[in-house]
């Protein structure tokens, strides 16, 4: 057993979830094969807002993959950190305004 | 940075290099032989196709030492083809009309004494040529300044490395100041018409991956190349080739120290397209060493796998036997076939 939540070779038996559940892992594969097609947005572009969503749910397998994946699209390293803000601006600007429906619960119950 | 041959790193030795890709070092690291893929694919043995490109690698020689050089090239290696070799190529040349490209590399081929002789030659045999400039020989020295005149008087299709639009990656990869240099070398050949989109002087640039990560897309990373170079420098190419790099010599001892040897390996099996390797440039080339020797392209001659027939030398040269060999395989070969493919002129699909 390993001793990590989160270990690297286990983004490679990603596929393998289907084992306890087949009819929707294909359904997921292949869907999210469909997802990331070049359409409406390219390819490039769906990709380097994997790598930002990644980051905002904190998903390693997704960072490692994605981050991989901008580089093989032809990103550079200041284009991919500026997605990374973009969803840390996200982030941190949807925490800051619930900071409004504080203060409207605050005006509610204060005197 | 030094070669691994002055550093006397063990992966000097082809032997080496061999056994690691063969029979991997690694626990838990059993890939797919390269040859079950090409069985897969109805394309072993490997065959030639229509022989037309005449690859002579003039020497290791070279004023940089990039970290993924295939050749583990540098300024220590003095290995470079003597003019009684050239001659036996200008020789087989003009024997061969069907050899109807010439393309020269190194190390940086400028570096060879012989080097302008023998273009000069060729030139006279009525050859496309191609060299493989490395761009910042024509900074190094003045005694280069000339070099673009020289290209453009024999009509030389100037091929050129650079990693990337800026100078962050491309200096990580090749070394301190080399973008800076490979820009001002740019210019030198745009100066004397090389690069313009009307121009029949052509300047094709590289790119390969400043990591452990394959190319991406040609058409569109040309498209970003041209823009940022233009906007940020007022430069023009021609075309982008988009090269996959092979894991042998310095890639290969990098991908080791790094930790980066197995996942990228995976990387290039799981990208294996049947359709890339019916295009491998193996099929259209024989390639020549500094010393004569004869091979598939030059990643097998790094690998020291001279051709699988008895025409191993130049001076034994039979088009028969080339033509009908079969060609060496082997695992590095996984970088020919990734995606799109890669070969000295790009994606080959
Ligand atoms: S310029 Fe080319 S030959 Fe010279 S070290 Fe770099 S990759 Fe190798
Ligand atoms: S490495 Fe050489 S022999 Fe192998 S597929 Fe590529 S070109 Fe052919």
Redesign the pocket.
């Known amino acids: 057993m390993a001793n990590h939540y989160y270990n690297s070779e286990d983004l490679k038996k990603f596929g393998q979830v289907g084992q306890f559940q087949k009819e929707m892992a294909d359904k997921f594969f292949a869907w999210y094969g469909t997802v990331f097609q070049d359409s409406n947005l390219s390819a490039k572009e769906k990709s380097i807002i994997a790598l930002a969503v990644a980051h905002a749910v904190q998903c390693p397998y997704c960072i490692e993959a994605y981050t991989a994946d901008a580089y093989e699209k032809g990103y550079s390293e200041a284009q991919m950190m500026e997605a990374v803000h973009v969803a840390s601006a996200i982030k941190g600007g949807a925490a800051l305004v619930h900071g409004v429906q504080m203060m409207n619960k605050a005006k509610e119950i204060a005197m | 940075m030094k070669s691994l041959q002055a550093t006397q790193n063990r992966l000097a030795q082809a032997q080496e290099q061999i056994a690691i890709l063969e029979h991997s070092a690694f626990e838990h690291f059993d890939p797919i032989p390269f040859q079950y893929k090409l069985e897969e694919s109805s394309l072993y043995p ?1 065959r030639p196709k229509e022989i037309n490109i005449f690859q002579i690698n003039i020497g290791k020689m070279c004023n940089q030492v990039c970290k993924h050089c295939h050749v583990d090239a540098g300024p220590d290696r003095k290995e470079i083809m003597d003019q009684t070799t050239m001659q036996q190529c200008l020789d087989i040349l003009s024997a061969h009309p069907q050899f109807s490209i010439v393309d020269l590399t190194g190390g940086a081929p400028e570096m060879n004494p012989n080097f302008r002789w023998f273009v000069e030659e060729i030139a006279k045999l009525n050859r496309h040529i191609i060299v493989r400039c490395n761009l910042t020989i024509l900074r190094a020295n003045k005694k280069y300044y000339d070099l673009p005149e020289f290209y453009k008087k024999h009509r030389i299709e100037v091929v050129s490395s650079l990693p990337f639009y800026n100078k962050d990656r491309t200096d990580r990869q090749r070394g301190d100041g080399v973008f800076d240099d490979s820009i001002a070398a740019i210019k030198m050949l745009n100066a004397v018409g090389y690069g313009h989109e009307e121009s029949s002087l052509k300047l094709n640039l590289v790119y390969n991956p400043a990591g452990a990560f394959l190319p991406a897309s040609q058409t569109e990373l040309e498209r970003e190349f041209k823009q940022a170079l233009w906007n940020d420098y007022q430069l023009v190419f021609n075309q982008l080739f988009c090269i996959t790099n ?1 894991p042998i010599s310095r890639y290969l001892d990098w991908l080791i120290q790094s930790g980066n040897y197995e996942r990228y390996m995976d990387k290039l099996i799981n990208a294996y397209n049947p359709a890339a390797a019916a295009n ?3 099929r259209n080339t024989i390639s020549v060493s500094w010393d004569g020797y004869l091979y ?2 030059d ?2 001659q790094m690998l020291e796998l001279t051709l699988a027939c008895p025409s191993k030398h130049i001076s034994q040269f039979n088009i028969q036997q080339i033509q009908n060999r079969d ?4 695992q ?2 996984y ?3 990734a995606g799109a493919g890669s ?1 000295c002129g790009g994606e080959v699909v």
């Open positions: 490997l092979l491998v440039m193996c598939d392209c990643f097998n060609i060496i395989v082997g590095h070969c970088g020919c076939t070969s």
